[in-house]
């Protein structure tokens, strides 16, 4: 079945690392998001991707950055330079008929300790 | 651009109870409207959508949802409530034109026994 795996699901960072989240889809989908969560707060995008080897910051894109070498695949990478990166993190994508809507990833609990 | 208010931030009931989410855009085009519900850890599935037609839409576990373009509303509604309904709500609004979704910030509907 098509999904969209992000892994791991639970991840702990010590202050000062950077960690990468991994976001992978096989619905052939050109479009890829990151979104952050914290409780009360909704959905804030970081990233997003139309197409491979292209991407646009989000609202909240400062200490982050992603990649997309693949179609398939949309990792985010939290950097030591986000000051508070303790959250869910939610990867999704889309397919280009709007009527589609998104598929959410299960989410990775990111805890810095 | 669009944009989503989630009118109640959180909706606490009794099972077996009627329910109702609301749900206010504003957008200058077309749109698709969208809700999704989370489960505790877990990513965001989607309920059901209105693209076009009937103003009443019917998704899984028993929801529906009225379009009123009048009113740009697209409230959510269940005639009687479980305990396992209890989860975070999201109302999302997309142009028919595109594929990016905007989101509202959610409503937590807590089912009680």
């Known amino acids: 079945d098509g999904g969209i795996t992000q892994s791991p699901k639970y991840l702990f960072r010590k202050e000062g690392q950077n960690v990468t989240l991994s976001c992978e889809q096989n619905?052939?989908?050109?479009?890829m998001y990151w979104y952050r969560q914290d409780p009360g707060q909704g959905l804030r995008l970081i990233y997003y991707?139309?197409?491979?080897?292209?991407?646009q910051k989000g609202d909240i894109a400062e200490g982050y950055s992603v990649s997309r070498e693949k179609k398939e695949s949309f990792p985010l990478t939290v950097t030591s330079a986000q000051k508070n990166p303790t959250a869910f993190y939610l990867c999704?994508?889309?397919?280009?008929?709007?009527?589609?809507?998104?598929?959410f990833g299960s989410g990775t609990r990111l805890t810095v300790v | 651009a669009q944009s989503v208010t989630q009118l109640d931030s959180q909706v606490p009931v009794f099972e077996e109870a009627p329910v109702e989410l609301r749900c206010n855009y504003s957008?200058?085009?077309?749109?698709?409207l969208f809700w999704y519900v989370q489960y505790p850890n877990q990513g965001l599935q989607l309920l059901l959508k209105?693209?076009?037609?009937?103003?009443l839409v019917k998704g899984i576990n028993g929801f529906e949802a009225e379009f009123n373009k009048s009113q740009t509303s697209f409230h959510l509604r269940k005639p009687s409530v479980h305990i396992s309904d209890t989860a975070e709500y999201f109302c999302?609004?997309?142009?028919?034109?595109?594929?990016?979704?905007?989101f509202g910030e959610g409503t937590q509907l807590t089912v009680n026994p």
């Open positions: 999704a994508s889309s397919h280009p008929r709007g009527d589609y809507g998104y598929t």
């Open positions: 619905l052939n989908h050109d479009a």
């Open positions: 991707s139309q197409i491979v080897n292209d991407f």
């Open positions: 957008s200058s085009v077309s749109v698709y």
């Open positions: 209105y693209l076009s037609g009937s103003t």
């Open positions: 999302a609004v997309g142009e028919t034109s595109g594929s990016r979704l905007t």
